[in-house]
């Protein structure tokens, strides 16, 4: 099994500044790793795939990098709906699709 | 609009069975493999088990091989997990996802299992 390891578990961030979130794998995933947004009451939401590539409907302001086993979220200029907690999600390895334990970005 | 509802949530005793239910609409739900996903109070998300879009292949989550069955009707676009012998760790939130190439990229709001005696 592959696993993901997400830092920091919290990240306190104010509004209008950036944040950067870390995902790193037990082993190479290649570009294979997605990222999701997950608010209370709401249903999760899918941001990047392909580590770096937008979805549909994803603000600008959330970028993706990295390959391998090294990655990274980036909020550019976070507004107040951007509070949430961030889950990585390798698909390199069919079909046990694994997640990272998650980042909280709270407001400072 | 593409959707995914879950239901069938609720409290149930350890040893008990539920069956959730997750209905889709806004797409050709047969064309897509599906997943469901749970979330513990407090955890982090963990994949459950995978159904593809003819039923041809399906996988499981060593954690839930044994006890859970998922199982989708294609005419009635909808997706199943039958839990059965639940334990105390299977309390949380489960979501179906829609699965494509690079990730899951329709979920539902979630249904919530708790068990507990």
């Known amino acids: 099994e592959i696993v993901m390891t997400q830092s920091p578990a919290t990240l306190s961030v104010s509004p209008g500044e950036r944040a950067t979130l870390s995902c790193k794998t037990s082993q190479s995933i290649s570009s294979n790793l997605a990222w999701y947004q997950l608010k209370p009451g709401q249903a999760p939401r899918f941001l990047i795939y392909g580590a770096s590539t937008r979805a549909t409907g994803i603000p600008a302001r959330f970028s993706g990098s990295g390959s391998g086993t090294e990655f990274t979220l980036t909020i550019s200029s976070l507004q107040s709906e951007d509070f949430a907690v961030y889950y990585c999600q390798q698909y390199n390895n069919w079909p046990q699709w694994t997640f990272g334990q998650g980042t909280k970005v709270e407001i400072k | 609009e593409v959707q995914l509802v879950e239901s069938g949530g609720g409290l149930v005793q350890p040893g008990g069975s539920l069956r959730l239910s997750c209905a889709a609409s806004?797409?050709?739900?047969?064309?897509?493999?599906m997943n469901w996903v749970r979330q513990p109070p407090g955890k982090g998300l963990e994949w459950l088990s995978y159904i593809a879009h003819s039923s041809s292949a399906i996988y499981y989550a060593d954690s839930v091989k044994g006890r859970f069955t998922i199982s989708r009707d294609n005419a009635k676009n909808s997706l199943y997990l039958q839990m059965n012998s639940l334990r105390d760790e299977d309390t949380a939130m489960y979501y179906c996802?829609?699965?494509?190439?690079?990730?899951?990229?329709?979920w539902g709001l979630g249904t919530l299992v708790t068990v507990s005696s």
């Open positions: 996802a829609r699965a494509i190439r690079d990730g899951y990229d329709v």
């Open positions: 806004g797409f050709t739900f047969s064309s897509y493999g």
